[in-house]
């Protein structure tokens, strides 16, 4: 009885973090849409907790799938996540939060490293493009940890929110195409 209770404690785990990762929602936004408090969330999404039928069907009406499959071995994939009803509020009504949506937390990490630690580098002092950065910090073994989150999406649109909201950087669109940029730091 005890193996199937961890069985299907890690199986809601598993199918939890999956449910996530295809909304792009982090472990606090989840809380948050439910109501299940962020440390029995993480629980949880271990698969180290039971849950009881109630918080089955609220966690299902969030992604809108029958509450049963959760406990199934079988990963639950979703069609079109970002069309379910519940989701598309959440994402409405907290938009603005970057600790709820994986994609912005990582934007914002990036954000912030390039601001306090590469911008006023020596790295900065000739014009780079965003894929010389990610090649940087893959070999910086100070930046070791983030070489996961410094892909190109999130390395062009960190320099263009910074070019666009600090006075931190000059920008020269290389190909004339506006998709092309490399940067510098001002002087």
């Known amino acids: 009885m005890q ?3 961890n069985k299907s404690n890690f199986n809601v785990g598993k199918n939890l973090r999956s ?30 907790a039971s849950i009881t039928i109630k918080t089955a069907e609220n966690i ?14 079988e990963i639950i994939k979703l069609k079109e996540p970002r069309s379910i009803p519940a989701i598309v509020k959440f994402y409405q009504e907290n ?9 912005k937390a990582l934007e914002n990490s990036v954000t912030m490293i ?5 911008i006023p580098s020596p790295l900065f002092d000739t014009w780079v493009r965003a894929k010389e950065i990610i ?16 892909n190109s999406k999130a390395v ?21 195409n ?5 940067y510098k730091r001002k002087l």
Do not use: C, P, W
């Open 3 to 5: 193996y199937l209770e």
């Open 19 to 48: 449910l996530l990762e295809q909304t792009d929602i982090t472990i606090s936004g989840f809380s948050h849409a439910t109501g299940i408090s962020l440390n029995h969330a993480r629980v949880i999404m271990n698969g180290k």
């Open 60 to 73: 299902a009406a969030l992604f809108s799938i029958e509450a049963g499959r959760l406990f199934l071995d």
């Open 95 to 103: 938009v603005r939060n970057e600790k709820f949506f994986v994609q």
């Open 114 to 118: 390039l601001k306090n630690d590469l």
């Open 135 to 150: 090649t940087y910090v893959g070999e910086d073994k100070k930046y070791s940890a983030y070489k996961a989150i410094f």
């Open 156 to 176: 062009s649109k960190a320099l263009g929110r910074i070019y666009m909201n600090t006075d931190l950087l000059d920008r020269d669109d290389l190909r004339g």
């Open 178 to 182: 506006r998709r092309v940029f490399q």
